[in-house]
């Protein structure tokens, strides 16, 4: 692992802890990130971290491109020594695999896929060396995530899959993005996860849907009142499948604003994990039992 | 008093200069993709320089006012109109309660502001008017204007008569000159890819929006092999997803540059080659689609002089406004 600086323009400074995605380089990222955020420098104006990279913007009349790279580079060494545990929450968010509407926006953006004759889970589970789509589904929700950044579009959540690198289930994104995306599906490109949290363009495959809003501008859900956004980096998730009927009365909760997510609070230690995966996995899922 | 939108035009929102903060999360900054235009109207006005304004691309608006007010329009010449009679851009005027305002044909650049004294004063949310569709943020009910809309308009009291000096209005030229800084992911496009970007000529397509620019025309930019890095996706284009910065130029497929503006998604997996320099993001929301552009290489120092340049242009409006 060895970090990059570089300038994005005149405003940005952007530090990539390692060119591949591991736990390591998103702890990393997240260290450091917080790290600028505590060291209060006059002149930035946000700090966005991401999956194993972070960026910080800054008023460059405030303060000059070199001396924030200085400044940026100084609190590395903090990084290093930072703890990788944190106390977070794991959420249980249900999820109708081959819904009725993905299918259907699968189906009119076929010319921009790889495989304009199939599915995007029957494409996605042949890729992966699974059997079927079910196999394939079962490898998607069987062991948690983590959310290793918010963004694209508002609260959008990318998610990293809490298994040994050589079960990481891996798909390219659409040979040419979408212009459309049914609000709330649950995609997958390169090793990550996402829930589109709105309507809109995307280049993710698309395998189902979540009734669950994770984005509410007018703050009304009653698990969005504090923000309109619901997930931060450092979230862990279980996706739960459920059916049409499921779905059908989770919405209806939804409609009357009584949905309320199974969350439960957690540790997550990153050598703890490394050290027994599936160990750490069936703890950190139990503690939804008592949610 | 209210502005009584008859009708709104191609694609009329209301911005302000937006709401840093929340990058972060995936909520741009938006606001006025032209900044300096913006502040402008507002002055003429004699509104706060950040006060939110009527954003229209293309095609004017037509509105009627209820009460009176001191009007401007900056950015784009869209020649403005008070009941069919003609009145000057870059200069601050008067409309009369029951008087309509409506707009010539465009004759150059994208994007007007229109600025009313008192400023639109619709509910912000977090600290913006600025409107934000995708997520459903500022505006009216988070969407640009419609027929039928009563927008809101501040207590504000402005001087009629006032002018831009023509030095001083910023309009854009043909062909187009983006400065760009190299940066980022640049170090991903073979020598030869790197030099083409900066030697053809590119034309802005039509899909240019507030999110981004999309440009055509140059040959196709040419990756340095590697074997793709976990996480990243196989595309020699991809990269383990990332944040974006504002104006940065990412090339899916490395066939048409795409550059990030005010509404900008926050992060993705394409690699990005650099970004256009602070001083010149105003001058993108002037383009229309077809123009030529020629992307410039520069330096730090550059964009530093470029940016102090611009500043000081805004002072000069600010002195010569009083």
Redesign the interface.
Known sequence: MKTRYTYGGDEHIYVEMDDEMSLDAFFKSLSMSNAVRAANIDGVTEICPANASFQVRFDPDVIAPADMLARVKELESKAETAEKRMTTRIIEIPVFYQDPWTHDCVMRFRERHQDPSGTDLDYAARINGYDSAEAFIEAHHSQPWFVSMVGFVAGLPFLYQLVERDKQLEVPKYLSPRTDTPKQTVGYGGCFSCIYSVRGAGGYQMFGITPMPIYDPEQKMNYLKDFMVFFKPGDIVKWKPIDRAEYDSILKQVEDNTYVPRIAEVEFDLEAFNADMAGTNAKLMEALNDA | MTLKIKNPGLATSIQDLGR??Y?????PMGGAMDRFALRCANMLVGNPEDAACLEAVFMGPEIEFTADAVVAVTGAHLPPKVDGEPRDCWSSFEVKKGQTLSFEFLKAGARAYIAVSGGIDTPP?LGSRST?P????GGVD?RAIAAGDDLPIGSGKGTPGKSVPEALRRGPATPAALRV?P??Y?DRLTEKAQNGFFDDEWKVAPEADRMGYRFRGGRKLEFVDREQ???????PS???????????IQV??GTEPIVLHRDA?????YF?L?????ADMDLIGQLQPHTPVKFVRVD?DE??AA?KAR?DMLAEVRAALG
């Open positions: 840093p903060g990058f972060h999360l995936g909520i949310a934000y995708i997520g459903a943020l988070g800084l940066g980022l640049w890095p976990f996480g990243a996706g196989a595309d991809n990269i383990v997803d990332g944040c974006y910065s504002y104006g940065s899916p497929g998604v926050s992060g993705g997996g990005t650099g970004a256009i320099i602070s730090m964009a530093a940016r500043k």
